[in-house]
């Protein structure tokens, strides 16, 4: 029998990302989403973590992850387990006392994922992953995880997701265009350095 300390572990390393959250970065905060988004189960760097995505898109964006940029000089690497993505990463132009411009872009790259495949990303550069398949979308990663943290669903403890929330999502959001991924820009970015968009096409 299940004791009330079990149920608190299980939930120590399940997390979810709700639709109420999410609306801060979609394209179309007004958009119709799922309820849940991702689901996580956090085992941290040892363990690993795993990511299950939702398929299907919200105002023409596929589903997504929040997003987030590394406190500190961590990078960390995904592994694509099932299904269809695109990988986002985009690293922001800095001012003088090293702090993130949150709306100049240094560097974006956009990755068409395949199953097996590694994705490392490194330190600094903010990352997220988009499902564009009819399936579910999984990865694994070995970002550390710190459990004493108040909010479950921040994932990992060390991320920075507010410059994300200010900007409403990267620089590009991916969005279907004729049953294919394309992508759109995010106006409230004011420069992009240097990208490289993956083959995939930019629509207005
Ligand atoms: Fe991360």
Redesign the pocket.
């Known amino acids: 029998m299940l004791m009330k300390n079990d149920f608190k572990f299980v939930s120590k390393h399940y997390a979810t990302r709700a639709d109420e959250k999410m609306k801060e970065v979609l394209m179309d905060p007004k958009g119709i989403g799922p309820s849940i988004h991702y689901y996580m189960i956090r085992g941290g760097s040892e363990q690993k973590n795993i990511t299950v995505w939702e398929p299907g898109t919200i105002s023409g964006e596929y589903i997504k992850t929040y997003g987030?940029?590394?406190i500190g000089d961590?990078s960390?690497t995904y592994w694509v387990l099932f299904g269809s993505g695109v990988a986002l990463l985009q690293k922001l132009a800095e001012n003088e006392n090293g702090e993130m411009i949150s709306d100049e872009v240094e560097e974006f790259k956009a990755i068409l994922t395949e199953v097996g495949q590694e994705i490392f990303?490194p330190k600094k550069f903010?990352?997220l992953l988009v499902n564009i398949g009819e399936t579910y979308f999984v990865t694994a990663?070995d970002?550390p995880v710190d459990f004493e943290e108040r909010d479950p669903t921040s994932?990992?403890g060390?991320?920075d997701y507010t410059l994300v929330q200010k900007m409403r999502g990267f620089a590009y959001y991916v969005v279907e265009n004729n049953g294919k991924p394309a992508l759109k820009r995010n106006p409230l970015y004011k420069s992009i350095k240097k990208e490289d968009l993956g083959g995939l096409k930019v629509i207005e």
């Open positions: 987030h940029y590394h961590l960390e990303m903010g990352h990663d970002s994932f990992p060390h991320a």
